[in-house]
């Protein structure tokens, strides 16, 4: 009853004001959509636009930085949105909400739209483990607690709000930043050695020994990380004949409690010890027409055997005549390139393998005993690469060749002019019947293709024995400087 009482009451009052202007109802209902249409009107075709790209409301992480999606505004279907203001700032070095205002005005009127821009912590925090992945415990020994730190991108160092939950079997890190964030890290807990022994060689892996000589090996060492030193358990398989010339390998292993197993190999090479008082005549860097077919010559005359440390240069008919007359057809590299050769232990094998192939397209014969250009003392391979030539003079005994230097330089190849007489003289005047005599030459020199007569016969009337380099002959190895 009230309530249609109160509406005849403002019925009347509309009737009242009505009749007040003189309109009726209908008038009324006129009016009010017109008032409507107007709205319209004006939203729709007097007010420009702004549309956002992008949300409206944005969340941004802490210390992300804001990028503003874009906007379009028009007017009547035209693009204004060169007129669009745009302010208010996002900081998100701050936590908080921050608004950014588009404002665009056209004539009598404008428009306002506003974005939302929520910056928050979205990142969990980051816990730290000393290491990594299962964690496993000598058996019979406790987990030791490792350290740990926990690091949140807002919070900051967090370390002291992490829970550590431990049972026999795994531990559970756990920590959540001011944010609400959580980080959980889990972990298995094993009791077992799962780490092999580490078993290691004294000295090199490659040992020298001599015929008739009982072979000393240098020892080695065994430890484990939960059984300790297990230097006694360790077994050597392999022998070294000492009666025979040749290479033999030796395999060190061992075995801890949990049958981890460690194993390393050495190579013995055993040759025959040097004779004092033995010459070896060595020839490098040929073969070259003119000198080292008469060097030939005179070797044949004298009955005596030498060695040719040869490259890719020079006729392929003075290799095989090396051969066939039964001289040592040795390897000096192909390019005898210091910039080649000495760039890479790879490089050294090519150039090396290279000559190699020659000497075996040759002859047949698959030399393994080569001299490193310059000796294995060499200091010009450190321009090239620091290091090579104590990885070269180990690896190419590992690959089964044998190097030679020399004791004896002729110094035939040194700067200068040269004669016969001052070649012949600074070989006979180093010669030792103390000693095994490597004797380094060069057949590609005129001066020492003349000397050789009277060195070939000082040797014979003095006393000294002549012989060729074989796999067998003891290795004179130079101090290694690079
Ligand atoms: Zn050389």
């Known amino acids: 009853m009230e309530k249609s009482s109160r509406r005849n009451n403002k019925n009347s009052f509309v009737r009242k004001i009505g009749n007040l202007v003189g309109v009726s109802n209908v008038t009324w209902v006129v009016v009010a959509f017109i008032i409507v249409f107007m709205a319209f009107i004006y939203e729709a075709l007097l007010v420009p636009k702004i549309s956002l790209d992008g949300e409206s409301v944005i969340f941004l992480n802490y210390k992300q ?18 007129s669009v203001k745009v302010s208010g700032k996002v900081d998100s070095y701050k936590l908080g909400t921050y608004i950014i205002d588009y404002f665009v005005k056209h004539g009598l009127f404008s428009k306002k739209v506003i974005r939302k821009v929520i910056v928050e912590d979205q990142s969990a925090p980051n816990i730290k483990l000393a290491s990594v992945g299962d964690i496993y415990v000598c ?31 795994s ?26 022994p580490n078993l290691v060689l004294e000295g090199s892996e490659v040992a020298y020994s001599f015929v008739g000589e009982e072979y000393r090996d240098n020892g080695y060492s ?8 297990i230097t006694k358990k360790v077994k050597i398989t392999g022998n070294v004949n000492k009666e025979k010339a040749g290479e033999y390998i030796l395999t060190y292993s061992v075995s801890d409690n949990n049958d981890n197993v460690a194993k390393v190999e050495r190579k013995v090479i055993v040759s025959e010890r040097g004779r004092n008082g033995t010459i070896y005549l060595t020839f490098d860097d040929g073969p070259k027409e003119g000198t080292t077919n008469v060097i030939l010559d005179i070797l044949k005359e004298e009955g005596i055997k030498a060695t040719f440390f040869v490259t890719n240069g020079g006729p392929d008919y003075l290799i095989k005549r090396i051969y066939d007359e039964g001289h ?5 590299t192909a390019s005898h390139n210091y910039a080649t050769v000495y760039s890479s232990v790879d490089a050294y094998f090519n150039d090396l393998l290279s000559v190699q192939d020659r000497v075996k397209r040759v002859t047949g014969y698959e030399s393994k005993i080569i001299r490193f250009p310059g000796g294995s003392s060499n200091t010009i391979s450190r321009k090239y690469q620091e290091g090579i030539m104590s990885i070269l003079t180990t690896d190419v005994l590992k690959r089964g060749f044998r190097y030679y230097d020399w004791n004896l330089s002729s110094g035939d190849a040194e700067r200068g002019n040269h004669s016969a007489e001052e070649i012949k003289n600074n070989v006979i005047s180093r010669l030792s019947k103390d000693r095994v005599n490597m004797v380094l ?19 014979k009337e003095n006393g000294y024995t002549f012989e060729a380099i074989t796999m067998d002959t003891e290795m004179i190895m130079q101090r290694v400087n690079n």
């Open 139 to 169: 058996p019979g020994k406790e987990y030791k607690e490792e350290e740990f730190q926990a690091f949140d991108n807002y919070d900051g160092d967090i370390t002291d709000k992490v829970s550590v939950e431990r049972t026999k079997n």
């Open 171 to 196: 531990i559970v890190y756990r920590v959540t930043d001011s944010f609400g964030n959580k980080k959980e890290v889990r972990r298995n807990i094993f009791y077992k050695d799962k780490e092999k």
């Open 328 to 332: 040592t057809v040795a390897l000096h």
């Open 65 to 82: 930085k804001y990028v503003e999606d874009g906007f379009r505004a028009s007017f009547l279907g035209n693009d204004i949105t060169s």
């Open 441 to 459: 030459m060069h057949d590609i020199k005129v001066h020492t293709r003349d000397s050789l007569k009277d060195i070939i016969h000082y040797g």
């Open 222 to 229: 065994a430890l484990d990380n939960c059984d300790g030193d």
